[in-house]
């Protein structure tokens, strides 16, 4: 029995009451806060960690002079300890195309933050993995022996997209897919965006229009006259389109490529340019025979126009070969999509009076007036139309 | 899904940015004092070795419980989880890490776990002093008075006649006896020197909490001062204090107590009562660093602050709808005298007849008494009449 009261008298210490114990502990348990930048840098990760400086004290004694307070001198003295301590308990491995890599980190950057429950050290580091991840496993032990309750709140950035995961003793590892997107996905993102672009781009839409209005008709001592057949039309259409898209998916690749490159500006001028010359073609015809040159010279600017909205989706290396075929593919079907919707029409209404002397010059001075309105607004840059 | 509505939280709450200090002598964090820590270094290494040596691990995981408990920080019981996790892992654990590790759950607010690892440990050793008496303050805070007295009543024969008896007038006091149960642990005062301080304390804590529902606010005050002087950085303590200030309008005395306390959550939401209340300055700050701390729980799912919360809902924002929200789900896990008031308090100010059935429901199955709680004499009237 004395035995046993010695033993109860030492635990009184640590205190039995339940109300005790509801009141002391209202505080928040430890985590850290872990978040790796994946993609801008390429092969090096950029990592921020956000470690509480108890726990650091608990685990390395900062506190060195003993007065129960730690200073940032103290904090910076003990900067290699704690780069060590945390470093090596995190463990980053980088999946590329076929390979994987351990990614070694080094601390670039001791600093100091605030936090609800009190101030934590902030660890910046570079790992690098030597290779381009298109998945990185996390490995995380911070703490776990000394305090199975730890836990690391990860948070991966890659591609202006996060993701984020909670570490802990029983789940130390995280896996995390930092590609932009799996690759057909990326296909058919860009196909998406480029069907999305030439249907909302009414600079493209109208300039397919004033090729394709003339396709069904031929120009004669008495203005345009209809075709006879529509063989004859749509091989007239198949040769502009064709000419059109070849000029714009050269001019696009060089651009995408960086081997050329316009000012925006400028090509967006020269794009409303395009539509202004093809409109008064059509009223005033110059060039009636070989229309497909006219297509491909003026698809030639509309691809750097194409290139510049490619520009502003981001694009990465490894992507972007995938990406720009996508984005290309979609063009195409968008254009098909218009010359489907508007072929069989002009066809069915091509010798009626209606449209070869009042459709087709209304509609042309109709293009002319607003291309030249978009010209005037895009060479002052008064706004982009 | 939840870890990433979890991450937009933790974004949202760290807003400033990292910085490198001015002066190398700023001071970042105040931290246990290293000697404290230092003096622990022998049994660390013992409770390491190989083989392990078990009396160290126990003893170092009742030190850091110990820390934790001075300092708030719940770090330390995971340290004091850390150090019997090896024994905790045996097939056949050893009955006294399971009542230490049920102490550690308690902290942690895990009070099913708890008793859950103490009536393992009963099983194997039926006299287990400590793990009857931590088993009674389980089943008081509970509110499960019969079972709490009979758990007490096993200590008469297992530790000492005086832990037996402050254990048992405890429950009854809260149990329909609560003039008489003052008068005996009072009259139980003469005594023996060479108990250990700790239990002088829990008398005198248990006795301020009786004599504070007896209504007689000057014998609580006096046992409290009592205490403190023995134990003067206890947090559980002081709240109970600053409890008693504020009760009786005395704010200013409240902020003067509770003065560089603002670590410790339970005391600063006291301090932001304080400050509310007297119109200070310093009360936006605190209430900012407050309502930080009470969303950086709620995002990481932790629980333990209902009371809490219900106080800083009533008593600062005056929201009694979202106050009696958290008064309710706390009153759910744990059923001491301050859950029982802000939960009279908040189902009176919220105009809840649901609720106040409820209340009077427990009053008149437990007599429970407190006449330092005023919303509580609303809820006893109604039901008494049916």
Same mark, same amino acid.
């Given at each position: ?9 030492r ?7 339940a ?7 209202a ?8 978040s ?10 950029r ?16 506190d ?7 200073t940032?001198g103290e904090?910076?003295a003990a900067?290699?300890r ?7 308990r995190?463990?980053? +491995?980088?999946?590329?195309?076929g390979?994987?890599n ?7 950057e001791l ?7 009190g101030?934590?050290?902030v ?5 690098d993995?030597?290779?381009?991840p298109v +998945?990185?496993?996390v ?26 995961a909670v570490?802990?003793?029983e789940t130390?590892?995280?896996t995390v897919n930092v590609s932009a997107?799996g690759?057909?996905?990326e296909?058919t993102?860009f ?7 030439i249907?909302?781009?009414y600079d493209?839409i ?15 001592? +008495?203005?345009w006259?209809?075709? +006879?057949s529509?063989?004859?039309a749509?091989l007239?259409v198949?040769r502009?389109?064709t000419?059109?898209?070849l000029a714009h998916?050269?001019?696009l ?6 081997l ?6 400028w ?10 010359l ?6 005033r015809?110059?060039i ?7 297509a /491909?010279?003026?698809g030639?600017?509309h691809?750097?126009g194409f290139?510049s909205? !490619?520009?502003?989706?981001g ?11 996508g ?5 195409e079907?968008g254009?098909? !999509? ?5 072929l069989?029409?002009? /066809?069915?209404a ?9 459709f ?6 109709a ?6 309105y978009?010209?005037v607004?895009?060479?002052?840059g008064?706004?982009?139309? | 899904m939840?870890a990433a509505?979890?991450f937009v939280l ?9 910085y490198?200090p ?5 001071i970042?964090e105040? #931290? ?5 820590l230092?003096?622990?270094?022998p049994?660390?290494a ?15 995981a009742?030190?850091?419980?110990g820390?934790g ?7 330390f019981?995971a340290y ?8 905790l892992a ?8 399971l #009542?230490?590790q049920?102490?550690?759950l308690q902290y942690?607010?895990? &009070? ?7 009536e ?5 050793e ?6 009857w008496l931590?088993?009674a303050a ?8 019969p079972a ?13 006649? &005086?832990?037996?008896l402050?254990c048992?007038?405890?429950v009854?006091?809260r149990?329909?006896e609560?003039?008489a149960? &003052?008068?005996?642990?009072?009259t139980?005062g003469?005594?023996d020197p ?17 004599a ?13 001062r009592a205490a ?6 206890d947090?559980?303590?002081?709240a ?8 009786t309008?005395?704010?200013?005395e409240?902020?003067a ?9 339970p005391?600063?939401?006291?301090l ?20 930080e701390?009470?969303?950086a729980?709620e995002r990481d ?5 209902q009371r809490?919360?219900a106080?800083y809902?009533l008593e600062v924002r005056?929201d ?7 008064a309710r ?7 001491e005298?301050?859950?029982?008031c ?11 007849t649901?609720?106040?059935?409820l209340i009077?429901h ?7 008494e407190?006449?330092?709680c005023?919303?509580l ?10």
């Open positions: 029995v004395r035995r046993l009261r010695a033993w109860l008298a635990l009184l210490a640590a205190l039995l009451l109300s005790w114990a509801a009141v002391a502990c505080h928040k348990p430890s985590d850290s806060y872990l790796l930048d994946v993609g801008a840098s390429g092969e090096i990760v990592g921020q960690w956000d470690i509480a400086l108890r726990d650091l004290d608990f685990a390395l004694g900062l060195t002079n003993h007065d129960g307070a730690i940032w904090l910076k900067r290699g704690i780069a060590d301590y945390a470093l090596t995190l463990t980053l +491995e980088a999946v590329g195309r390979d994987r351990l990614c070694p980190a080094r601390l670039t600093l100091v933050d605030e936090h609800v429950d101030h934590y050290a660890l910046r580091f570079a790992a993995c030597a290779l381009r +998945e990185l496993t490995h995380y032990r911070l703490l776990f022996e000394v305090d199975p309750t730890h836990r690391g709140l990860l948070r991966v950035i890659s591609n202006d997209h996060e993701q984020a570490l802990s003793r130390p590892l995280a997107t690759n057909w996905q296909f993102a196909l998406g965006e480029g069907i999305w672009h249907l909302k781009g493209h109208l300039f397919l229009l004033t090729l394709l209005f003339p396709a069904v008709v031929r120009y004669g001592r +008495e203005g006259e209809a075709r +006879e529509l063989r004859d749509s007239d198949l502009v389109v000419a059109f898209t998916s050269l001019t690749s060089l651009a995408v490529l960086g050329v490159h316009l000012p925006a500006r090509v967006e001028s020269a794009i409303a340019l395009t539509v202004l093809g409109a008064l073609n059509n009223l015809p110059v009636v025979g070989r229309r497909w040159v006219v /491909f010279a003026f030639l600017v691809g750097f290139a909205v !490619l520009a502003d989706l694009l990465h290396g490894t992507s972007l070969a995938l990406s720009l075929v984005f290309n593919s979609g063009v079907i254009q098909l !999509l218009i010359v489907l919707a508007v069989p029409l002009a /066809f069915l091509r010798r009626t009076l209606l449209y070869r002397r009042t087709m010059p209304a509609g042309s001075v293009i002319v007036l607003l291309a030249a978009w010209l607004a895009r060479v002052t008064a706004g982009l139309g | 939840a509505g979890l933790a974004a949202a709450t760290a807003v400033a940015s990292p490198v001015q002066d190398d002598a700023s970042l105040r #931290v246990p004092a290293r000697s404290d230092e003096r622990l270094a049994l660390r013992a409770a390491a070795a190989s083989p392990p040596n078990l009396e160290a691990s126990l003893a170092l009742t030190a850091y419980v820390i408990r001075r300092n708030s920080d719940p770090r019981i004091a989880q850390a150090a019997l996790l090896p024994w045996q097939a056949r654990p050893p009955e006294r890490a #009542v230490l049920a102490i550690t942690l607010h895990r &009070f099913d776990a708890a008793l859950t690892l103490l393992r440990a009963l099983e194997r039926p006299l287990d002093p400590q793990a931590t088993r389980l089943l008081e805070l509970r509110g499960d008075y709490a007295r009979r758990a007490c009543a096993r200590l008469v024969r297992t530790a000492d006649e &005086f832990s037996s402050t048992l007038t405890s009854a006091g149990n329909g609560l003039a149960s &003052f008068a005996r642990l009072r139980a003469e005594l060479r108990l250990p301080a700790a239990l002088r304390t829990w008398r005198l804590a248990v006795m301020a909490e009786m504070g529902r007896l209504g007689d606010d000057q014998a609580a005050e006096a046992c409290l403190l002087r023995a134990e003067g950085d947090p559980y303590l002081k109970a204090y600053a409890d008693l200030l504020l009760r309008d005395r704010s200013r409240a902020l107590l509770l003065a560089g306390s603002e670590a410790q959550d005391l600063l939401l006291r932001v009562i304080a400050a509310h209340r007297l119109g200070s300055p310093q009360g936006e700050r605190w209430t900012q660093a407050y309502d701390r009470l969303r729980a799912g932790d629980n333990t602050h809490e919360q106080m809902l005056g009694a709808v979202a106050a009696l929200v958290a789900r706390n009153w759910s896990v744990q059923r005298p301050a859950d029982l802000i939960y009279a308090q908040a189902s009176l100010r919220a105009h809840s649901a609720d106040s059935e009077g427990w009053l008149a199955q437990t007599h429970y407190d006449r330092s005023s919303a004499s609303e809820h006893r009237a109604p039901t008494e009449t049916q």
